[in-house]
C-alpha cells in the first residue's frame, strides 16, 4: 500500500517516468513527451532561449563518470564544460565499494574523489553538443525505436522538462545508454 501511494504521489508531482518492457505503451511515452515539449516551449520563451543543462555519463566498469555543462545563448550552444571524476571503485573493489557505502574512506580514496578535472571542450567538441530543441527532437522519435530490443526510458524533472530520454540494448552491459541525462536546466543569467 505505501508504495502504491508513493508512486501516485510521484505522478501528481508531474514527474514522469516511462520505462519500457516489451509491450511498451508507445502511447504513454508519446502524451509524456508532448507534456513535457509544451512546458520546454514556456521555460525556452521565459529565457529568451539562453539557458545552461549538464548531462551526466557514468561508466562504472571503467571507475568514473562525467558532467558536461552546456551554455547556450539564443539557441546556439556556445561554450560547454567536462568535469570528468574518478569514483574510486570498479568491479574488483569490493572493499571500496563498501568503504563509500558505510562512509569510511581511505587517504588513497580521497585522493581519487579530488582528480576531478575541469576543462573547456574545444570548437569540435561543441559542434557535437545538441541544444534542448534539438534534444526533444531525439525525444519525439523515441517511440519508434524498437521495446522489444531495448529498454526505452523517458523521465521529466519537477519542472516538467527532459530529465532523462534514450534507450539501451537489453543485451548491453556498461555505458550502453543511447540518448541523453540531464542533471539540471536553468535559465543563463
Request: aromatic share 12%.
Amino acid at each position: 500500500m505505501g508504495i502504491i501511494s508513493r508512486l501516485q504521489d510521484i505522478l501528481k508531482s508531474r514527474m514522469a517516468y516511462i520505462t519500457a518492457d516489451k509491450t511498451c505503451d508507445k502511447s504513454s511515452l508519446r502524451d509524456a513527451v508532448r507534456r513535457s515539449f509544451a512546458n520546454w516551449k514556456v521555460f525556452k520563451k521565459e529565457c529568451a532561449n539562453s539557458y545552461i543543462y549538464v548531462t551526466k555519463e557514468y561508466y562504472l566498469f571503467r571507475g568514473y563518470y562525467k558532467n558536461i555543462s552546456v551554455v547556450v545563448e539564443k539557441g546556439k550552444v556556445v561554450r560547454a564544460y567536462k568535469h570528468e571524476t574518478k569514483h574510486g571503485f570498479g568491479v574488483n573493489s569490493t572493499p571500496k565499494f563498501d568503504s563509500k557505502i558505510l562512509g569510511r574512506k581511505s587517504k588513497k580514496d580521497e585522493l581519487q574523489q579530488e582528480l576531478e578535472e575541469k576543462r573547456p571542450l574545444t570548437t569540435s567538441e561543441i559542434k557535437e553538443l545538441k541544444t534542448l530543441d534539438e534534444i526533444y527532437v531525439f525525444t519525439k522519435r523515441l517511440r519508434w525505436v524498437s521495446s522489444r530490443s531495448n529498454y526505452l526510458s523517458f523521465e521529466v524533472n519537477k519542472e516538467g522538462l527532459v530529465a532523462e530520454a534514450g534507450y539501451s540494448p537489453r543485451d548491453c552491459v556498461d555505458a550502453c545508454f543511447r540518448g541523453y541525462n540531464i542533471s539540471s536546466i536553468t535559465p543563463l543569467k
